[in-house]
């Protein structure tokens, strides 16, 4: 059975650029949910795919923004990117949209300078 | 919204030592979840326990969902159980993890 995959596993970019980070969701998987976890704090939800639709989201603006595939790997793409956007990326899959467990990738660790 | 409390937020403990680390939520949960997140930043799933106590070889936990709290409990620690160690609740009626503040252990040889 093959995890959650994460790409890539670092990333530098500079104020105002936009990025795209991918999430393979486990095998079987048809929910993606993707997290920031800022350094010293616990991971944020910033939104939820499943069926290749946003379940719902937490609060982010606009800028974040996603994507689910047919099959149900998943794109997190921020735009305008901010200091403050640094972070640890990460992406959860799950079976159903709510109730049993959340699996997780090892994260994308993004810098802005 | 849902509010998750971890105690102790610190912890340091001699190799050999047990250790009980709590989480407490305001709100009725559909889901509870503990992980650990090692130096890397992976999180690891430890336990998917919205009630009950399951158990997994030094590591044990127990959730009483009617009085909203979780317990992790870690037998016999060993330096490799260092790291942060979050529960995450998913409140009734939503989609959405919320993780606790986390408790950074740290175990001594």
């Known amino acids: 059975e093959t995890g959650v995959t994460q790409s890539p596993t670092h990333l530098i970019k500079t104020r105002g650029q936009q990025v795209t980070l991918r999430c393979s969701s486990q095998s079987g998987h048809n929910t993606v949910s993707w997290y920031q976890q800022a350094l010293g704090q616990g991971p944020q939800f910033i939104f939820q795919?499943?069926?290749?639709?946003?379940?719902g989201r937490g609060n982010f603006p606009p800028r974040f923004s996603g994507l689910q595939f047919p099959n149900y790997s998943s794109e997190l793409n921020v735009n305008a990117l901010e200091l403050d956007d640094s972070a640890l990326y990460l992406c959860?899959?799950?079976?159903?949209?709510?109730?049993?467990?959340?699996?997780f990738g090892p994260g994308t660790r993004l810098t802005v300078l | 919204g849902i509010q998750v409390e971890q105690s102790p937020p610190d912890l340091i403990l001699q190799e050999g030592a047990n250790s009980t680390l709590r989480c407490n939520f305001s709100d009725s949960v559909n889901n509870l979840q503990w992980f650990h997140q090692n130096p890397w930043g992976q999180l690891i799933n430890l336990f998917y326990?919205?009630?009950g106590t399951k158990q997994n070889g030094r590591l044990s936990a127990t959730t009483v969902a009617t009085e909203r709290y979780s317990l992790l409990y870690i037998s016999s620690s060993q330096t490799t159980d260092s790291g942060v160690y979050f529960c995450?609740?998913?409140?009734?009626?939503?989609?959405?993890?919320?993780f606790g503040t986390g408790t950074r252990l740290k175990v001594l040889a």
């Open positions: 795919y499943y069926r290749e639709e946003e379940n």
């Open positions: 995450a609740v998913e409140a009734q009626g939503t989609y959405k993890y919320i």
């Open positions: 959860a899959s799950s079976v159903r949209v709510a109730g049993g467990p959340q699996y």
């Open positions: 326990i919205p009630s």
